[in-house]
């Protein structure tokens, strides 16, 4: 049964059902129990499962991880949550030598089924370290898979999907997104985790993104019909691995892209994109493969916020220049 319910909702679903599901499912993080997450996520979970499975943690983000390892050595599946995308960076030793590193290290006798949840980007008016988008951080570090729903419905299935996952999983969550509301069919079949989707076809340009980037695109997408332009919108849903393949056979259609992020342009997850279609797609490209996101500064007040991230002019700016060649 299909049933429509904001993003929030669908990744606290996700987590109830996987509570229910395996007793060796935990939760953990700061304000994750009584209070249920400052953005209720975890609402009402601790009430149904008990202390022993959602659990309060200190405010310590590199203990919370650490933990995290070790009950996963001990056979557990934990699922951690870093209160805000800024606050991951004392997990960071953790995350990168321990938890990305360990079934390497054990020649694949060990495995880490550990999920990191991280609400990020900008978008809310937050204060500093609030609404950073760190995700090519993770993304260069090998043994760790980096996804973001862009919808209810994704992230109900990928949190599943994660979770089950015997690789450790970080779990971005766009936080300006959480109240946007969409269908989720509880009982559908889902496709790969880290397959793209195309959400909108097109057949004049390829707007590639994920996370909270991907409503920005459709609204693009419907901003250029009016010119009578045709964007096909592909949500990428993973940051790695990448589907690249998906991207390429929109491109060969498309002949044109366009990567889009909120997180700095600077060596960004688009950069990777844009090097490896030029690469594969090299003889289909009609122009230079086009990215835009945030600036190579510090990310600003609340009240600069939307200066700072893309919005619909400057998707469309890159639209013109890309259709311009």
Known sequence: MAEKMALAKAVNES???????DPKVLVMGEDVGKLGGVFRVTDGLQK???????????????????????????????????????????????IVTQLAKMHARSLGKVKLPVVVRIPYGGGIGAVEHHSESPESLFAHVAGLKIVSPSNASDAYWMMQQAIQSDDPVIFFEPKRRYWDKSEVDTEAIPGPLHTARVVREGSDLTLAAYGPMVKLCQEVADAAAEEGRS????????????????????????????????????????????????????????????????????????????SYLPDLDRVLDAVDRSLAY
């Open 15 to 21: 987590l109830r059902r996987a509570l229910e599901t």
């Open 231 to 306: 964007l096909e919108v592909l949500d990428l849903r993973s940051v790695s691995p990448i589907d690249f393949d998906s991207v390429q056979a929109s491109v060969e259609k498309t002949r044109r892209l366009v990567v889009v992020h909120e997180a700095p342009v600077f060596f960004g997850s688009g950069a990777e994109i844009a090097a490896r279609i030029t690469e594969r797609c090299f003889y289909h490209l009609e122009a230079p493969v086009l990215r835009v996101g945030g600036y190579h500064a510090p990310y600003p007040p609340a009240r600069l916020e939307e």
């Open 48 to 94: 149904d499962f008990g202390e022993s499975r959602v659990i309060d943690t200190p405010l310590a983000e590199s203990g919370i991880v650490g933990t995290a390892i070790g009950l996963a050595l001990r056979g557990y599946r934990p699922v951690v949550e870093i209160q805000f995308d800024g606050f991951v960076f004392p997990a960071y030793d953790q």
